[in-house]
Nanobody, 127 residues
Framework: DVQVVDFGGGSVQAGGSLQLSCSVS????????MSWYRQARGKEREVVSH???????DYADSVKGRFTMSRDKAKNRFYLQMNQLKPDDSGTYYC?????????????????????WGQGTQVTVSS
């Protein structure tokens, strides 16, 4: 199965910046999309950003203009640069692999590459 590890969280004052990272590895590779999610205390997990297999990104309205998602395709590493952080950005952040929208059915990729989560990294923004 694919291994997904996210890291880079910490504590920062409002207006500060953090960069989260996500590393993906496996013996056999499949095409995949990647998303960042976050979950605040007492709230449901929500999508923060998404990047498809062609590098096209999308962002939640609440972070648009402040967060930037990028990737190093050759290294299978993904980043979330978070600027002008607000207290409402606090929570546990997770990266997740998923099936590309145009991908054909593939039982191996579905079982070993798509739908896997990182363990989560904590972000705390103080006012």
């Amino acid at each position: 199965d694919v291994q997904v590890v996210d890291f880079g969280g910490g504590s920062v004052q409002a207006g500060g910046s953090l960069q989260l990272s996500c590393s993906v590895s496996g013996y056999t590779y499949c095409p995949y999309d990647m998303s960042w999610y976050r979950q605040a205390r007492g709230k449901e997990r929500e999508v923060v950003s998404h990047i498809d297999n062609d590098g096209v990104t999308d962002y939640a309205d609440s972070v648009k203009g402040r967060f930037t998602m990028s990737r190093d395709k050759a290294k299978n590493r993904f980043y979330l640069q978070m600027n002008q952080l607000k207290p409402d950005d606090s929570g546990t952040y997770y990266c997740k692999t998923s099936r590309p929208a145009v991908a054909e059915d593939d039982s191996f990729c579905a079982s070993a590459w798509w739908g896997f989560w990182g363990q989560g990294t904590q972000v705390t923004v103080s006012s």
